[in-house]
């Protein structure tokens, strides 16, 4: 599955393996996972695997929620991100996906079949742990062969399977070391071969680029989205960079006490936040409150702000967010724009972009221009503020 | 300036310590080699002691009773210690997780208290069921009983410097509880668990003080026979046979550290 010419080979290998072990046992698919001993075509990836949760609940002690009430449906050949502050309980999801902890209460579906009561062990799904969690007394080799060993794999498709692994990820050298001679972002990329090895159902990750400096952890984001692509895996990415979660996913689930806030694709999570926590945790600092509002306007600390109709939404109630990008300064706008008056107060240069914090009505508002052929806005500037009626995004609190 | 005094000042001491601890044992190992039999005045080298101990039938089987008896207790020691070292390190989040500091009380006690008190339990429970006959038997047991606490501490630092999430790497990469054991858990401890059976088997050599209360007529260790030999004064051969277990010991307490150490890295 690695490489383009094994691919058929291991194709074929699964179906026959996989139609001889139906002809002797039990097609049951929960019957045939009892038992973890020889049966290595069982856990062989066929197809990518879909995720249900349904009504999961996990405590801890007696006051600490960590999981309350979730719902939730992952497609198969997904890169799926769970999102959210540390303690959100994003990572206890995702333990529970690994079988590593167990649901007070919920089901958890992967491909259809129930799994919750199912050990680890037995789980096809593997995890990329955040400490990557590799064997210091085996060798390089010996790590990635692990899972492929405790299946009761031979030695020889062992050693095929390490060589093809390794090459894919690019680290063919370095499978014979020890793996205390390897630098973070070699364990990190061993670790996340140690389980694609054991072509899992789903792949686990639990924040696997937090402990690498920022180059290399922008280089193995565009990485492991590309793997995954190319395998057609199902991946659970957990992260409490949003940034990170935009760049790889498909879709993102913003998680906040236990609760998931929002479910979207990572545009419709940044432009159409749910809810204020969502759009604060997606890094939007203007938000106004809203004192009044109608089927096309609104009144907020800002004055009255004129709103595209189709944005619409119920709550009467909430906050109005201005993203900082769609702001126009000093620009020759249409009437449909609204238009404010503002003064900038502080300057921050980022080189691609410019950022403003400006006073608008007495209140700090944000601003970031692309830093294309345009005169810098100096402190003290009086500015005209132009944004667009259907930049303005209705959030709840 | 005086910086540069209380240094040497505090190197002096450190070479004052090691004569203290090494000089006494380099006498007992230079008068092994004594051609005399005298412990005040050195005539010329000689074998002639050791050659003596290999002829002298107590001494020999006092030698191999030491030697079972720190083998075999050690083996045991390993297996219980090894066992209660995982049970603390699985349980060390547990409410009454403390009250494991009981199995040190071994440790801290006085050893002729804890000799009495074994002696006194082997001879009441020998009278009453014909069981637990001091000898070899009734050494190992009161042996495993003070090499545990040991054992135990040994696996259980190990374990605790491990990352905890190597344990559920292994579930996750579908290892089964006993395959868990026998692929992550004993290779990763394997260095601890040599470094405690050589400690084991160095408490065991030279213990004296529990020995000699627990033991029979018949078991008498190497110290216990020391013990009776040098009632008629230090002969050249007692020294020989010290000679002896300094090395062993030595030797035995290096090994212990060695894979210590490795099992640190």
Redesign the interface.
Known sequence: MFSDSTTTRMGESCMSDSASAAKVETPSPASRRAD??GETSE?TRREPSSIELKGLHKRFGRDTVALDDVDLTIEAGEFFTLLGPSGCGKTTLLRIL???EEPDDGRLLIGGEDITDI????RS???V???Y??????SVRDNLA??L???GESAAERRRKVDEVAEFIQLGSLVERRV?QLSGGQRQRIALA??LI?EPNVLLLDEPLSALDAGLRGQLQVELQRIQKRLGMTFVFVTHDQDEAMVMSDRIAVLDAGIIQQVGTPNEVYEHPRNAFVARFMGHDNLFAIHASQEDWVDTELGRLRLDPAEQRQEQEGWLLVRPETLELNADLSEDYNRLEGQVRERLYRGSRVEYRLEVNGVTVMATASNVGQRLHNVGDKVAVGVHPEDLVRVAS | MKKRTLQRGLSGFWWLTLVFLYLPLAVVVFFSFNAANSAARFTGFSLRWYERLLGNEQIISAFWNSLVLAIVSSVIALAIGCLIGYGMYRHRHRKLGWLIVLIYLPIVLPDIVFGISEMAFFVSVHRHTGLLQPGLLTMIISHVTFQIPFVALIVYSRLVGL?P??F?????????PV?RAW??LL??I?PALISAFFLSFTLSIDDFVISFFTSGPESATLPIYIWGAIKKGVTPEINAIAALMIGAVALAAMLSLLFNRQGQ?
């Open positions: 973890d001993v856990r690994a079988g590593l050990p680890p062990h037995r799904v593997n995890t742990f955040q400490s969690a590799l064997f210091p007394h085996l692990f899972g060993r405790m299946r205390d140690r389980a054991c | 990352d999430t190597l559920e790497a292994a579930k996750d990469l579908y290892a089964t395959k692929h992550f290779p990763t394997k890295r």
